[in-house]
């Protein structure tokens, strides 16, 4: 069996409105530019946005994996030339709590074929602690959670992170506090990482920040990807920044990953609980 290079990260957050979605397409771009293999994957199964932030609307989606007759590449819609490539969800997508073991394990297959020539995978996950995002987060390799300073930002990222540990016995979360200054990104950290240590025993780590950027909004308005509309801007070289510690973390853990898959099965779906 060959041994796998890629690496799967999930980009999560516990509320909306953090712009996790930009984040996980900015990631894909800032990485491809750098020479590396990428697939996105939208898991947003009720809301996907990744499409309209690309200006597209493609043919088939992560719903036509479900069809055994379907094969997984007949799914993926290349986005930039040299291995950037994105797998569509669709609003109307079932959950994966409301599909069977038979279905569960059709995607799982699929899925898998899918990922073995790139060197990432980022998942943009649904916001919240649904049992679906928390199923497709127990199986990346690792977790980004993207936070705001706004107070309910942290809050219902800690919930996140706490089902998380509590039900699917994970303690490693990255921190990408979002739309922030340096000195708000750093105390905002600073209070997410104090609660983890103190109510659950865990150490988080952080990933960095984003600063608030007009670039953003602009970009998304005319549903071009930031880092091709406004590559010089702070918010893009921000996640430049983070594109190339993902990369050193990459480079750095090889025989780990070598011998990890790049996804776990799904998890059994129980009750989350809080």
């Known amino acids: 069996m060959n041994s796998n290079k890629t690496l799967s990260i999930s980009i999560m957050s516990g509320k909306g409105g953090v712009d996790k979605t930009n984040i996980s397409l900015s ?41 055994p007759e379907v094969n997984s590449g007949d799914v993926v819609v290349n986005i930039e030339p040299g291995g950037l490539d994105f797998l569509p969800a669709a609003s109307g997508v079932p959950e994966l709590v409301e599909m069977d073991e038979d279905m569960q394990d059709l995607l799982f297959k699929k899925l898998v074929q899918l990922i073995g020539g790139y060197d990432f995978l980022i998942l943009d996950l649904g916001a919240g602690i649904n049992k679906t995002v928390l199923s497709f987060a127990a199986m990346t390799q690792i977790r980004v959670v993207v936070v705001t300073p706004e107070p309910t930002s942290l809050t219902d990222s800690y919930a ?105 099965n799904f998890p059994e779906l129980g009750a989350p609980g809080a």
């Not at 990631?27 to 990744?50: I, M, P, R, S, T």
């Not at 007009?214 to 921000?238: G, H, I, N």
Request: aromatic share 4%; net charge positive.
């Open 27 to 67: 990631l894909g771009y800032a990485l491809h530019a750098e020479g590396k293999g990428v697939l996105l994957l939208d898991c947003d199964l009720g809301l996907a946005n990744l499409d309209v932030l690309l200006g597209l609307s493609p043919d088939k989606n992560l719903q036509d994996l479900l069809r």
């Open 160 to 264: 996140l992170m706490k089902v998380l540990h509590q039900h699917h016995d994970i303690d490693d979360f990255l921190v990408l506090v979002n739309q922030a200054t340096p000195a708000e990104a750093k105390q905002t950290f600073e209070r997410l990482s104090a609660a983890c240590k103190k109510f659950l025993g865990i150490t988080i780590r952080s990933l960095g920040s984003v600063r608030s950027d007009k670039s953003v909004l602009e970009a998304v308005r005319r549903q071009t990807p930031l880092m091709k509309y406004a590559p010089d801007s702070e918010a893009a070289k921000d996640v430049s920044g983070l594109a190339a510690k993902l990369e050193r973390f990459r480079s750095d853990n090889q025989k780990l990953i070598a011998a990890t898959p790049p996804l776990k």
